[in-house]
């Protein structure tokens, strides 16, 4: 069986920088207590060999508010101005690990949202990187995800609009969603921010389906770009597969398969991505 491993599949470079953090500052301040705001990625695996080591995730607001002490790193998606305000007021240490490209949409909306425009985030409204952008752009934001959400999108004529995205949305929907609103006539200023590595590793995932009998999406089900890439994958190839780790996989599935195609989400760790891509040709 012929395996072809996407060269873009797993870790981004946000996503390393925040893993990384986490380990270094278990390193550094032994016996310390250490919390991240959220998993600090979408991936099970990594979230309890961290929690083995001590590390606590906080999933509420209420949950900052009783800490008296302690570190608490930001996740790579990054949160709300609401929750460095906490962290400041209580006096906890705050460890920022959210990636940067993350970081510069937060600086974007609240900048366009003091100049008094309204913020249109295109993305997914129950995602914790969609969530943090809309708590640094005032009260006047929407997130819209869905071509029925442009379409029925309004705004007092004269309202200024900028039109940002979640780093990891899908770029070609992206543009449709913005083609809609872009016909409204408003002053509309449109800034892409989907990451560029997502944009890479759509492209690529999409032109390996195309060209494969099989084709393996390996992420964490809670994971919005690996959901991502799995839609990509499945339009372009009928035998897609979506796993975790390879106890998911149903090699029976492959069996008559020559080629097969392997890519992973921005939160897979690179063990579990080599014992896919390991065992997927064995014979079994």
Known sequence: MDVRLAKTAGFCFGVKRAVDTVYEQIAQHEGKS???????????????????KGVRVLNTIE??????????????????????DILKERGVTCVDATCPFVKKIHKIVAN??????????????????VQGIRGWAG???????????AESFTVPENQKLCVVSQTTFNYNKFKYLVEILSKKS???????????????????????AKEVDAMIVIGDKH??????????????????????????????????????????????????????QSNVGINF
Do not use: M, W
């Not at 250490?34 to 083995?52: A, M, R, S």
């Not at 949950?63 to 008296?68: P, R």
């Not at 408003?186 to 390996?208: G, H, M, P, W």
């Not at 780790?245 to 760790?269: F, H, M, Y």
């Open 34 to 52: 250490i919390y991240t705001y959220g998993p600090i990625i979408h991936n099970e695996e990594v979230v309890k060999d961290l929690q083995k």
């Open 63 to 84: 949950e900052l508010k009783a800490l008296s002490g302690g570190i608490v790193i930001i996740r790579s998606h990054g949160v709300s101005k609401e929750v460095y």
């Open 112 to 129: 366009e949202s003091a100049k008094g425009a309204h913020i249109v985030i295109i993305g997914d409204a129950a995602h914790p990187e």
């Open 139 to 149: 009260n006047d934001a929407t997130v819209i995800r869905t071509k029925e959400e």
């Open 186 to 208: 408003y002053d509309i200023s449109v800034l892409n921010t989907i990451c560029s590595a997502t944009k890479e590793r759509q492209t690529e995932a999409e032109s390996i």
């Open 223 to 276: 994971s919005s770009n690996t959901q991502k890439l799995f839609e990509i994958c499945r339009n372009a190839c009928n035998n897609t597969y979506y796993i975790q780790t390879l106890e998911d996989l149903n090699r029976n599935q492959l069996k008559s398969v020559k080629t097969v195609g392997i890519t992973a989400g921005a939160s897979t760790p690179k063990n579990i991505i080599e014992e896919v």
